[in-house]
């Protein structure tokens, strides 16, 4: 964690009237991001070239190397000074010589760092606490509780494309080792998925598209980068792929975004395999060599051709797009219960007999009659 961007946030929520005292929670586990962490991102991936991962540069991949090292900085030793300056101190002498003597880049004093991270602290000892043991006496009390990952499978550091991957568990086990929440205490697990697929960053991704389709996808479907606003790659949905997250999630079921940035397209199509020296493949390579030969295998569809912006009920999509949805579903294994049909938090196809409705029964009363 961040703490500048963190407070950051906070002060932006602050403005529009959102009260942060009880609702937010910071762990005292959270392992810190320090400025040396953005140095070394940074520097490292200049230093790779052609082998760049594509990160955000925000230091992410470095404070998770210092984590699994043993020497990382938490936010609970933010509260304590003496330790806090202890560790920094032993720590900066290791980054500043890998940052002078690999990198030939800028370095660290203790106190340039020390000022503000002790600023941050007087920010942040409020909301720091306990967080495990927090949510597990919530569950305990039978409050619901909902835990949202960042990021796709693909990029999970055990079960994504590596080293084309981010440094942390992005499937949905990592609700459990993240949180301190028991896997037995979770109940069900929903994926999230566009109609179509896309990337930031260097990897593998064989069914991406090049030109006007890949800038048609672009522009309706605005794919820039949340944190750095790079254009994201575009392709076709990739049914391999998502019947793998379906697989390593153990996805109950899945909600489908974007379905109306196709609506233009004359056809559709959709990645059910791919094709590596003669070889057809059905599951997924894990072979970096393989991933970087094979090529996509497609099933074509027609196109619907209209509009299905802002549609709220299933039955008046059109119906070469309910067949497209259906053959997705047939593809991956899972049925959907949810398909977005618009930027708008409205814009929403719900499912009433989906496991979705089950989990949270509230929804029932709201959503629109299922074919």
């Given at each position: 964690m961040d703490p500048a961007s963190l407070i950051e946030e906070m002060e932006a929520l602050v403005r529009r009237g959102i009260v942060l005292d009880g609702n937010l929670y910071i762990s005292r586990n959270a392992h810190l991001i320090m400025p040396y962490h953005r140095a070394l991102d940074l520097a490292s991936e200049a230093k790779l070239g052609d082998r760049r991962i594509g990160t955000t540069g925000k230091g992410v991949g470095p404070a998770y190397v210092d984590k699994a090292a043993r020497m990382g900085i938490r936010m609970g030793d933010l509260l304590d000074e003496p330790v806090f300056r202890e560790k920094l101190a032993a720590n900066l002498r290791q980054k500043n010589r890998l940052l002078s003597e690999i990198y030939d880049a800028q370095t660290f004093t203790v106190e340039e760092i020390l000022g503000?991270?002790?600023?941050?602290?007087g920010w942040l000892a409020p909301y720091i606490t306990d967080t495990e043991l927090l949510l597990n006496?919530?569950?305990?009390?039978?409050?619901?509780?909902?835990?949202?990952?960042?990021?796709?499978?693909?990029?999970?550091?055990?079960?994504?494309?590596?080293?084309?991957?981010?440094?942390?568990?992005?499937?949905?086990?990592?609700?459990?080792?993240?949180?301190?929440?028991?896997?037995?205490?979770?109940?069900?697990?929903l994926g999230v998925s566009k109609a179509y697929a896309t990337r930031v960053g260097g990897g593998p991704f064989p069914t991406e598209l090049h030109g006007k389709m890949a800038e048609l996808l672009r522009a309706r479907g605005n794919e820039y980068g949340a944190t750095t606003g790079r254009p994201r790659r575009c392709g076709w949905f990739d049914a391999v792929v998502d019947r793998y997250a379906v697989r390593v999630n153990g996805l109950a079921t899945i909600a489908l975004t974007k379905l109306d940035v196709l609506d233009k397209c004359e056809t559709v199509k959709i990645g059910v395999g791919y094709r590596y020296r003669g070889e057809l493949l059905t599951e997924l390579p894990h072979e970096e060599r393989v991933w970087n030969e094979a090529e996509a295998?497609?099933?074509?569809?027609?196109?619907?051709?209209?509009?299905?912006?802002?549609?709220?009920?299933?039955a008046e999509l059109p119906t070469k797009a309910r067949q497209y949805l259906d053959r997705l579903a047939e593809l991956v294994g899972v049925e959907f219960c949810l398909v977005s049909t618009g930027a708008v938090r409205d814009d929403t196809i719900l499912l009433d007999d989906s496991p979705l409705v089950r989990w949270f029964p509230s929804l029932?009363?709201?959503i629109p009659p299922s074919p």
């Open positions: 503000p991270y002790l600023r941050y602290a006496r919530w569950i305990v009390a039978g409050r619901s509780v909902l835990f949202e990952g960042a990021q796709g499978t693909m990029l999970d550091i055990d079960h994504g494309t590596y080293p084309f991957i981010t440094s942390s568990s992005t499937t949905a086990g990592g609700a459990a080792t993240g949180t301190g929440v028991p896997p037995t205490k979770i109940h069900g697990v295998v497609y099933e074509e569809m027609s196109g619907w051709q209209a509009s299905t912006a802002g549609l709220r009920d299933y029932r009363g709201s």
